[in-house]
């Protein structure tokens, strides 16, 4: 079955570093996009970035941009999101999410458990 698994949360400092790894399995990953997903305490869930299947990246959170970055390994049916200069507002759990294209917003068919991260000194 189609399988989305969340790793690399966790607890940093304002102004660190974070990857985090979306692992997927259950489906034909080369063919679809991947997108990160956040929610808040309080808040509604966002769209953070999307990256397609031929590698064109999505930007929907205009707060992350210049400081986060989405990747993906075909080979290794990962995708990355690579998160610099973080700020106490980037705490949220994190979610992996696969749909055809990154047209959706926060819209995806298939979800991971999510990951939480929390930037706080």
């Known amino acids: 079955q189609v399988q989305l698994v969340e790793s690399g949360g966790g607890l940093v400092q304002p102004g660190g570093s974070l990857r985090l790894s979306c692992a997927a399995s259950g489906f034909t990953f080369d063919y679809y996009a991947i997108g990160w997903v956040r929610q808040a305490p309080g808040k509604e869930r966002e769209g953070v970035l999307c990256?397609?299947?031929?590698?064109?990246?999505?930007l929907y959170a205009d707060s992350v941009k210049g400081r986060f970055t989405i990747s993906r390994d075909n080979a290794k049916n990962t995708v990355y999101l690579q998160m610099n200069s973080l700020k106490p507002e980037d705490t949220a759990v994190y979610y992996c999410?696969?749909?055809?294209?990154?047209?959706?917003?926060?819209?995806?068919?298939?979800w991971g458990q999510g990951t939480q991260v929390t930037v706080s000194s």
């Open positions: 990256i397609s299947s031929n590698d064109i990246s999505t």
């Open positions: 999410a696969a749909n055809e294209d990154c047209s959706g917003g926060d819209v995806y068919d298939w």
